[in-house]
């Protein structure tokens, strides 16, 4: 803002810049670092790397519902080995994923819980309400698998 | 502008047995009313066991929606019919996780499909085709 002798509003200046790229390059690198895996009929699974923000927790909610949608997904497995502090906030962010894919009709597993969350998340009051959680990705598949009423022989 | 309600009304089919309420117009106050009625009467009439509301041309929810369908929920399971909705978009459901509404323990499928696989799996829920094979 411009000011005259007077001190009163002489005119304005703006700038604008068109971060239209940014935006979408900022879109791209989300959905890339967000991957959605299809292990099987019915079946998806998604690695969580590094700390999840409320920002990250939007993108992966709604990566995930759109692809329950269109893939038909009766159970996810959420694996979250790579997230090095599940605080409440975060899992704040997990229930309300775990409670949108009820929703939809599909289960949730929440996969790759250690021994350092597990305890931070007991000390904490945290729980996960009427998810599953593992600590092996083995384990959740094969929780998947159970669900869906599959089985698996040696041949 | 001549307001007919009648001419909002929810066409619902039976299936098996089951009623499919396809919530397909835009429920205002005194249409949800006359749905809820609408569904009871079905499910006297006919004797229903199952009924399943499927939200999946429903683009928008509100609380008042949401608190309406759990209510009439509650009013088709006195009467002594299992329910499933069906067919939430990814949109809406994130809506009502956001809006922190909780829908207890009513069942969800994805769609229509997986809400017979459910209700197969209930045995209070008896199927039309049953009966022919006796």
Request: charged residues 25%; proline residues 2%; aromatic residues 4%.
């Amino acid at each position: 803002m411009y000011l005259d002798n007077n001190g009163e509003v002489d005119g304005v200046f703006a700038a604008a810049r068109d971060i239209t790229d940014l935006r979408q390059a900022e879109k791209a690198l989300s959905e890339a670092i967000t991957p959605v895996m299809k292990v099987w009929d019915g079946i998806l699974m998604m690695p969580l790397v590094g700390t999840v923000d409320s920002r990250r927790a939007q993108v992966v909610m709604e990566t995930m519902l759109t692809n329950i949608m269109k893939n038909r997904i009766k159970v996810a497995i959420l694996d979250v080995m790579g997230v090095p502090i599940v605080d409440s906030a975060v899992a704040g962010y997990l229930m309300k994923v775990i409670k949108a894919t009820r929703l939809m009709g599909c289960k949730s597993i929440i996969s790759g819980i250690s021994p350092a969350v597990a305890q931070t998340m007991v000390n904490l009051g945290l729980e996960l309400g009427d998810a599953t959680s593992t600590t092996s990705l083995a384990d959740a598949l094969e929780l998947a698998f159970d669900l869906l009423n599959l089985e698996m022989i040696t041949k | 502008m001549e307001e007919n309600f009648d001419s909002t009304r929810v066409t619902m089919t039976m299936v098996r047995g089951c009623l499919v309420v396809p919530i397909q117009v835009e429920l205002y106050d005194a249409t949800m009313l006359k749905l809820q009625d609408d569904i009871l009467e079905e499910v006297k009439e006919k004797m229903v066991k199952g009924v399943i509301i499927d939200l999946s041309a429903v683009n928008i929810i509100d609380l008042f929606l949401a608190q309406k369908i759990k209510e009439i929920i509650s009013m088709v399971a006195l009467m002594g019919a299992e329910t499933i909705l069906t067919g939430f978009k990814p949109e809406v459901a994130a809506s009502l996780v956001d809006l922190d509404f909780d829908f207890e323990d009513i069942q969800m499928a994805i769609d229509q499909d997986d809400a017979f696989l459910k209700l197969d799996s209930m045995p209070q829920v008896l199927m039309e085709t049953e009966d022919k094979d006796s």
